[in-house]
């Protein structure tokens, strides 16, 4: 179900709103993330990449490396990898539709054929490929939701891979192959994975919107669990400090 930015869950929180809309929507959203059903995402722990999912990929060999990643709200999936050693750069975006369309009120809509996506740039001396995929579909959303991110919902919040280069799309493909294999989801992976056509920067009021709004009962409830999981379950990959986007 497609949502304009007046009724998505997510976007009550976002600034611009008549203060009438604001009341209105807390009170809403305060009754769905209080609710007993309410439930932050869960963390999966995954096997690392079988031998087969690298074989006959050609390693990187710049100093950087770079992939747009989607999966629900891009405030959270920015967040974790702000918080991942290695990552050189976070963007909050959109990604899959027109230059002319990538907007935030546009792209709420659900009828733009953006995501929202969080461009990652990476040096993979010390963050590989792999390993950043491991917690793209591990700690940062549900690979298995179609067009959605609880509580969020619409083709906007699916979960895409937009990958640069061959490697890329083979060690995605296959490692997706993998983990269905081992059925270590209780559903299968819905994640696409397509080629990127552009990657447009969102709004600055949405960059490092976990690390400037905490006390937000979306963030507080969605995003910072996900923080959490990174730091239990990879604590080697975790950096206490996020890389920030600056001003």
Not at 141 to 158: A, E, K, M, S, V
Request: charged fraction near 15%; glycine fraction near 6%; proline fraction near 8%.
């Amino acid at each position: 179900m497609n949502q304009s930015p007046s009724t998505s869950a997510r976007s009550r929180f976002a600034p611009g709103q008549v203060t009438v809309m604001l009341l209105i929507a807390a009170a809403v959203a305060a009754t769905l993330y209080l609710s007993p059903k309410a439930a932050a995402e869960k963390a999966v722990a995954l096997p690392a990449p079988s031998p087969d999912v690298l074989a006959g990929v050609v390693p990187a060999t710049g100093p950087t490396e770079t992939v747009v990643l989607a999966g629900g709200c891009f405030w959270g999936i920015q967040a974790v990898f702000q918080h991942t050693q290695g990552v050189l750069s976070a963007v909050s975006g959109y990604a899959g539709g027109q230059s002319s369309e990538a907007d935030y009120e546009k792209v709420s809509t659900g009828g733009t054929g953006h995501a929202e996506a969080v461009q990652v740039v990476f040096d993979p001396k010390k963050l590989s490929y792999t390993q950043l995929l491991q917690i793209y579909f591990s700690v940062a959303h549900d690979p298995t939701q179609l067009n959605r991110q609880y509580p969020d919902t619409g083709t906007q919040y699916r979960s895409a891979v937009f990958y640069q280069g061959g490697s890329q799309k083979l060690i995605t493909e296959r490692y997706i192959a993998q983990l269905d294999a081992a059925k270590v989801f209780p559903a299968k992976i819905v994640t696409q994975v397509s080629p990127l056509q552009g990657f447009y920067p969102a709004e600055k009021y949405h960059q490092n919107y976990a690390t400037l709004h905490p006390e937000s009962s979306y963030i507080a409830r969605f995003d910072l669990p996900k923080i959490d999981h990174l730091k239990t379950m990879m604590p080697a990959l975790y950096r206490a400090q996020p890389v920030l986007v600056q001003p």
